[in-house]
């Protein structure tokens, strides 16, 4: 137990909450939460399922009607040919990467895993007793993978390749040519690899590429996606895996040891958000277009601080190392503390992260410009420079 990792997210959370209780006015970009309501036939969908009498087991990969709505998903959103036999429904999409290397990894296995990268991944892949190998996202390179320091850091112990696009916490997407060079080079290697689509459907410019999609990779990808950040379903926990055949029947005895399965009405509910794409979600989506550009926009304004764009999620990731101001935990926590706005120190996500803050803009465009604002006079007293022409 002493190998598993946490989210730091809600550490800083409850800082914030209790700055709150003593009377602050915090504005939080720290939780990676769509600050939306879950669309209204969503909703309808999962009471009428409840009001059914719907409130039973199913079995534990889930309903075949959900199943076959998440194939057509995929089919229509990014050209897969998936069968809904090798879709594994699950309660939120961690228990995917749960399962998946719990499956795959033994002692002595390595996998590598994006840095800076949702934190999880480590965490997992050190709770399965194998050691986990960090693959530096670089800001120089727009945070995509470099495909020949990627192939450098493969041994023969290596099983399995943990990637993410577009990014959290960076907001970047791999790019055509690496998503090609990396199913390539996991053909030649003999790599199982988890790709983390979470955010494929919150992508602003370009088009997502699965690596799913890539020839010859559908016998050794697994696929992690769900509901919660495109559909505004968090708290719904509601996901799903596209496994290769020899996985199914393992992962789903996983399921049914640990979950049993995923609650009905949830399911229900997913069917209809799959089936029926609700115009709330376009809606969503060009409101957080609309706060990317603000924030970064804003960031770049502020002396000492510099933003790149990001391509898709709902993240910035600026650099603040010119502020001359220590780390990014120390510069985050004062930015709480003297600020009143929660961030994330980059090293949340690995230490490749160093120099960065994640700011989540998963919040109205109103408390952006003003939590922009508020670091910007901040920043203006607090660095050195300022101090000096005092």
Known sequence: MSRL????????????????AQGREIIHLEIGEPDFDSPRSVVAAGVAALERG???????????????????????????????????????AKPIMFYALLALLEDGDEAIYPDPGFPI????????????????????NGFDVDVDELRSLITPRTK???????????????????????????????????????????????EHRSLLREEGMADRVILLDGFSKTFAMTGWRLGYGVFPEPLVEPVTKLVTNSVSCTATFVQRAGVVAMSTQPPELAAMKRAFRERRDAIVAGLNAIPGITCTMP???????????????GDSAAVADRILYEAGVAVLAGTCFGRAGEGHIRMSY????????????????WA????????RAR
């Open 362 to 377: 998963a919040n109205s465009l109103p408390n952006i410009r003003t939590a922009v604002a508020r670091i910007g006079e």
């Open 311 to 325: 391509k898709g999620a709902f993240y910035a990731f600026p650099n603040v190392r010119g502020l001359g101001l």
């Open 160 to 206: 399995v390749l943990v990637l993410n696009s577009p990014s959290n916490p960076t907001g970047a997407a791999l790019s055509p040519a690496a998503v090609s060079d990396i199913a390539r080079m996991a053909r030649e290697r003999d790599l199982w690899v988890l790709t983390d689509e979470i955010y494929a459907d919150l992508l602003y410019e370009g």
């Open 5 to 20: 990792g946490t989210e730091t997210a809600f550490e800083v959370l409850a800082k914030a909450r209790a700055l709150e």
């Open 380 to 387: 203006a007293s607090a660095t050195p420079a300022a101090s």
């Open 121 to 140: 991944y480590s965490s997992m892949i050190d709770f399965a007793g194998a050691r986990g190998i960090p693959l530096p996202l670089r800001e120089a």
């Open 54 to 92: 719907e409130t039973h087991y199913t079995p534990s990969a889930g309903v075949v009607e959900l199943r076959e709505a998440i194939a057509g998903y995929l089919a229509r959103r990014r050209g897969l040919t998936v069968d809904p036999a090798h879709v594994i429904v699950t309660p939120g």
